[in-house]
């Protein structure tokens, strides 16, 4: 479901270190000139439902800069088993934007029955893509630890992640969790879904907009591709990852999309989408809206 406007825009995909067409592919912002509008809207609608759900906000899980998550515990859990857990991580290119803005997407879930954790990891410059990998390992080992005692079930635990957040899900997912820790299980992360995620990041240290913020060297990008890592096992419904993007989207970004399934096999990703009529950022806000194919998908993982 590739977008035809799109794709006749760029038909071809030219040298990998052509700086002119990097930009063209990656920088969202420019893509999508009204971003600013949806940046406007989540924080709005942020607020709001923080208001509204009240949780514990600013929880730490490290002693590191931005190592906070914010915790929605489930509604109507009273003499229910404990909830299944979906953990949002946000994007932002792993240089910007903030838990804060991204607590729009929560309300559905608790309705539905799910506790939510929405962690912060530090922002490039000052640490690097592996530094943030390891602080979002941190962050699910806590939520592992401790998320029983906010009525969620550290068995039951999904990761959706949104650009960045969607590189960071599947890193997630194919981590060795019993090298971190030995009170930690194989199978930490149940599944997970990336929405618009990257994950062969060599062609971003090309990308003349990220080169100052990322600073990406070969090594780091070659250690932090998940196309480039073993595919997680599937053990009972266990190790799946979703991808999806929005049709709108550049041929990079849908590149990607296809890549991580070519890269682990449909058993491990079996879906692979592009839905029409969404960019960069409307696609995420569909996450938030019962009756979406990217809601149905994330609520089909929950309850997996």
């Given amino acids: 479901m590739h977008n035809a406007a799109m794709n006749a825009r760029t038909p071809t995909r030219p040298s990998p270190h052509d700086p002119a067409w990097l930009e063209s592919q990656y920088n969202n912002r420019a893509l999508v000139p009204e971003h600013a509008r949806h940046f406007a809207d989540w924080a709005r609608t942020s607020e709001t439902a923080r208001k509204a759900l009240g949780g514990m906000l600013d929880v730490r899980y490290g002693h590191g800069d931005g190592e906070t998550l914010d915790i929605f515990p489930a509604r109507r859990r009273a003499g229910r088993p404990p909830a299944p857990v979906l953990v949002f991580i946000h994007g932002g290119y792993w240089r910007s934007l903030d838990k804060s803005d ?87 992360v149940r599944n997970a879904l990336s929405i618009s995620g990257l994950y062969d990041l060599r062609p971003l240290r ?88 990217l809601h149905a998908l994330a609520t089909e993982l929950l309850g997996g």
């Fill in 102 to 188: 991204h607590s729009f997407l929560v309300p559905p879930f608790v309705e539905q029955g799910a506790c939510v954790v929405v962690p912060n990891y530090a922002l490039c410059p000052a640490v690097t893509i592996p530094d943030i990998v390891l602080q979002t390992v941190r962050a699910l080992a806590w939520v592992y630890r401790h998320i029983a005692v906010h009525g969620g079930d550290p068995e039951r635990i999904t990761v959706v992640g949104h650009s960045a957040g969607g590189h960071l899900a599947a890193m997630m997912l194919a981590c060795q969790w019993q090298q971190v820790a030995v009170d930690l299980p194989d199978a930490l």
């Fill in 206 to 293: 090309h990308v003349p907009f990220l080169q100052d913020s990322l600073r990406l060297t070969a090594g780091d990008a070659r250690k932090a591709s998940p196309a480039l890592m073993p595919a997680p096992l599937v053990r009972s419904g266990r190790g799946h990852l979703f991808a999806v993007a929005g049709g709108d989207e550049s041929q990079e970004f849908l590149r990607h999309n296809r890549l991580i399934q070519e890269a682990w096999g449909a058993d491990v990703v079996p879906v692979s989408e592009d839905l029409p009529g969404l960019n960069h950022f409307s696609v995420l806000e569909t996450l938030a809206r019962p009756g979406q194919r």
